[in-house]
């Protein structure tokens, strides 16, 4: 399990076994996928650092979108449900998941969590995951894209020290851009440590606060939605 998660720990005992520890999740997230592209919803895993502004950015989304997009949310932390009644407040169909020690969400709970949403009826679902710059990377979820948040007070260097997050992401959410000007922060260095980490670099910068960027976020968000529902056209025939 550490060498997947990324903890490295040194006292590790390698064992013959048969079967990647992740394959029961692959499977799972793979059933999911189907359904999700049957279902013509874009499924998105939302990942980030605590405080990195994951909820900020999904109550802009919903305020900025209005009716042009059906909202539904999962929201896992370790403790509470607070992430998921903001994002009920904003108008986004969402539930928690609490993880109570997990640093992570897996495929099995976005499954279970399903059963309590009409998720048939979304034409965005999104996975706002644990806040962890880690695991999260590691466990598919049946999301057609991996979005990172990452907030400029966080640092320059947070691509180039946790490689795994940034490698799998499609896009990096640049988030609290209205910050910039009180910070002494290098967007120059961020976007730089970005280019060497993804294979692909996109980068949105935004502000939740004044909605600087989100449009664009939208944007982006729309590009994928006909690929899903050509997708689940495909699946249907």
């Known amino acids: 399990m550490c060498e997947d998660c990324g903890c490295n720990d040194p006292e590790l005992v390698p064992v013959d076994v048969h079967e990647h520890i992740l394959a029961g999740n692959d499977a799972l997230a793979a059933h999911l996928r189907e359904h999700f592209v049957e279902a013509g919803v874009l499924a998105i895993n939302l990942m980030g650092s605590p405080g990195s502004g994951k909820t900020a950015v999904l109550e802009r989304t919903a305020r900025l979108a209005g009716d042009r997009l059906r909202l539904g949310a999962v929201s896992g932390d370790l403790a509470t449900d607070r992430d998921a009644r903001r994002l009920i407040s904003a108008g986004i169909t ?9 640093c992570h969400l897996d495929a099995r709970l976005v499954h279970d969590a399903l059963h309590d949403l009409p998720w048939r ?24 894209a991996n979005v990172v948040a990452l907030s400029v007070t966080e640092g320059e260097d947070k691509p180039l020290k946790y490689p795994v ?27 730089d440590a970005l280019a060497r980490t993804m294979p692909d670099p996109r980068v949105i910068a935004l502000s939740a606060r004044t909605g600087e960027g989100v449009a664009e976020w939208l944007a982006w968000l729309d590009a994928r939605r006909p690929q899903a529902a050509s997708r689940a056209r495909r699946a249907a025939r």
């Open 121 to 144: 009826t979304f034409d965005l679902f999104v996975i706002e995951n644990v806040g962890n710059l880690v695991c999260p990377a590691i466990y598919d979820l049946g999301q057609a």
């Open 165 to 191: 997050m940034f490698r799998r992401a499609d896009l990096v959410l640049l988030t609290k851009i209205d910050l910039v000007p009180h910070l002494d922060v290098d967007l120059d260095a961020i976007r």
């Open 94 to 102: 969402a539930a928690a998941i609490t993880t109570g020690s997990a």
